[in-house]
């Protein structure tokens, strides 16, 4: 069933046209497909996220902004300081401009206009370059209906490796009303993924969401704190956010800032988790 489902609603997602009153059926229905429900006017995780999504705050200027993947460093740069911006080695606003140009051995290359799109360059490994060609006419608000997305120009952007890591540790701190009120971290990202979630305290929690819970205990990384203060600056403007860090406990990097975690389309595991974490990041507390 959920196949044809999906399938209903990609065929729905290439023939209606695209604008608000259609965005918002879309999305209602794609939420519907995934959560198995309708969704509600509450705090519970997925529900807000939803509202967000399809309300007008996806145009909220700074939310548009940080979805720009080479702009949201100049919005890391005005809050807490270049030294937390990944370095960037090159940006191009078209295919023509990086067509004779010399990748290094090592690096991150990815579209700044849209997300979970990227090749990693590793000791000099030959490059796919259609893909690359691709993203300069790609609007990734076409293929979300995710308008915080609609108005970005294409470019791409090449980056270093971080820490020279096969397995980067990624820390997503969800913040909400300017509070760091719970850490994600992605295990084993190439050898069967799972994911985990820690309290600001360094506190393992029981769920998961979308992937396995990593059974094991990962170590505290020594600049904890630091992180979590600048999530937090990072976060003070807006009421939900997701503040990406890349970290080897000794420095830390903001990867990005997410606006909407995974569309409001990934479940909890167990599926009555999800009251607990509302109550986490939306109480009071």
């Known amino acids: ?25 879309m999305n209602y229905l794609k939420f519907c497909i995934w ?10 995780f997925n ?38 911006n990944v370095p ?21 290359i990815k579209p700044t206009q849209a997300s979970q799109a990227v090749i990693l360059r590793k000791d000099n490994e030959p490059i796919e370059i259609p893909p690359i ?20 120009k294409p470019k791409v952007i090449v980056e270093p490796l971080l820490f020279k890591s096969k397995d980067l540790m990624d820390y997503r701190l969800f913040c909400f009303n300017g509070k760091v009120k719970i850490i994600g971290i992605d295990v084993g990202k190439y050898t069967g993924y799972k994911r985990v979630f820690y309290s600001p305290k360094w506190e393992k929690q029981d769920f998961s969401l979308h992937y396995p819970l990593f059974e094991g205990e990962l170590e505290c990384p020594k600049n904890l704190q630091e992180m979590i203060a600048v999530a937090e600056k990072l976060a003070e403007d807006l009421d939900f956010i ?32 999800e009251k607990k974490v509302s109550e986490i990041i939306f109480g009071e507390s």
């Open 133 to 152: 060609k691709d993203w300069f006419n790609l609007n990734y608000y076409k293929k979300t209906r995710e308008r915080n997305y609609k108005y970005l």
């Open 1 to 25: 069933m959920y196949k044809i489902l999906m399938l209903f609603y990609s065929i729905l997602h290439k023939t209606l046209p695209y604008n608000d009153r259609v965005d918002f059926f």
């Open 242 to 273: 997701r503040i990406d860090i890349y970290s080897d406990g000794e420095e830390c990097f903001v990867g990005e800032i997410t606006n909407c975690h995974a569309g409001a389309n990934q479940r909890f595991v167990p599926e009555s988790a």
């Open 35 to 44: 959560q198995k429900r309708f969704p509600k006017k509450q705090n519970t």
């Open 47 to 84: 529900d807000y996220l939803f509202n967000i999504k399809s309300s007008d705050e996806m145009l909220n200027p700074i939310r548009q902004f940080i979805s720009d993947k080479y702009l949201v460093k100049d919005y890391i740069r005005a809050k807490v300081g270049e030294k937390y």
């Open 88 to 108: 960037t080695i090159a940006i191009f606003n078209s295919y023509e401009e990086l067509e004779n140009f010399d990748f290094p051995e090592n690096c991150c």
